[in-house]
Nanobody
Framework: QLQASGGGLVQAGDSLRLSCAAS????????MGWFRQAPGKERELVAY????????RYAESVKGRFTISRDNTKNLVYLQMNSLKPEDTAVYCC??????????????????WGLGTLVTVSS
């Protein structure tokens, strides 16, 4: 089970930090990702990182602005979002892959999902 929090209404250029609390699966062994879905658009990967954090991938649109991290001692994954833009407005969800899966950017390859948190960036 995953529960994301930290969303809200901010202005362009502001920062937000999203958190995701995990339970009920082998979090410390799982690839974890953040996805987002804007109105009328498909769900897209924002970033993912491996269990150890030694491999991280970002969507081109957020590189240099967003940072994903995790704390395996607390079963938490974070998304630090800086220099937010109106086009970042979306529902953000965290997701996890079962250990052993090939790392993927496709949401179809993620097994654990939680309810998202809404991020709204005004211009």
């Amino acid at each position: 089970q995953l529960q994301a929090s930290g969303g809200g209404l901010v202005q362009a250029g502001d920062s937000l930090r999203l958190s995701c609390a995990a339970s009920g699966f082998a979090f410390s062994s799982a690839v974890m990702g953040w996805f987002r879905q804007a109105p009328g658009k498909e769900r897209e990967l924002v970033a993912y990182l491996t269990w150890s954090g030694d491999y991280i991938r970002y969507a081109e649109s957020v590189k240099g602005r967003f940072t994903i991290s995790r704390d395996n001692t607390k079963n938490l994954v974070y998304l630090q979002m800086n220099s937010l833009k109106p086009e970042d407005t979306a529902v953000y969800c965290c997701a996890g892959q079962r250990p052993g899966r090939i790392i993927s950017i496709s949401p179809l390859k993620y097994d654990f999902w939680g309810l998202g948190t809404l991020v709204t960036v005004s211009s």
